[in-house]
């Protein structure tokens, strides 16, 4: 079982913004699929986001619960998993989410977006900024 740690600056930072009331995806955002928020295969394993599913449920592409020391409702994917490791940590330091885990920091800026807003912005072509 996958294990996060979410220290309570950064539970509070989520609900603040809204996202406890949904389910959450944690991914790797390398640039592909429906939730990247980064473009290009250069982020691949150093971009980490989270995902609010605010228009659905559930995502079958996501099956793999992560068990937190909260209430939230956090998803991922075995092909995440590959670098997420063990005993995950979600922390605010100089503001920003930062995501460590047993081998380390794995980013100093953990993205989070909607589902609905990223759709959104993938429909005006405003995603994808990067060229790698």
Request: aromatic residues 8%.
């Amino acid at each position: 079982m996958v294990k996060m740690t979410i220290e309570a600056d950064a539970l509070n930072l989520l609900e603040k913004r809204g996202y406890s009331k949904f389910p959450l995806l944690l991914i790797v955002d390398g640039g592909g699929g429906d939730y990247s928020i980064e473009g290009g295969s250069c982020s691949l394993g150093a971009d980490y986001s989270i995902i609010a599913l605010d228009t659905r449920q559930t995502d079958s592409r996501y099956p793999i619960e992560i068990q937190t020391n909260t209430d939230l409702k956090i998803y991922t994917s075995d092909y995440d998993l590959a670098f997420l490791g063990d005993n995950l940590v979600l922390y605010i330091k100089d503001t920003t989410l930062h995501l460590r885990n047993d081998g380390g920091l794995l980013t100093g800026n953990v993205k989070l977006a909607k589902a609905s807003d990223i759709a959104e912005a993938a429909k005006r072509g405003q995603l994808y900024d990067k060229n790698c």
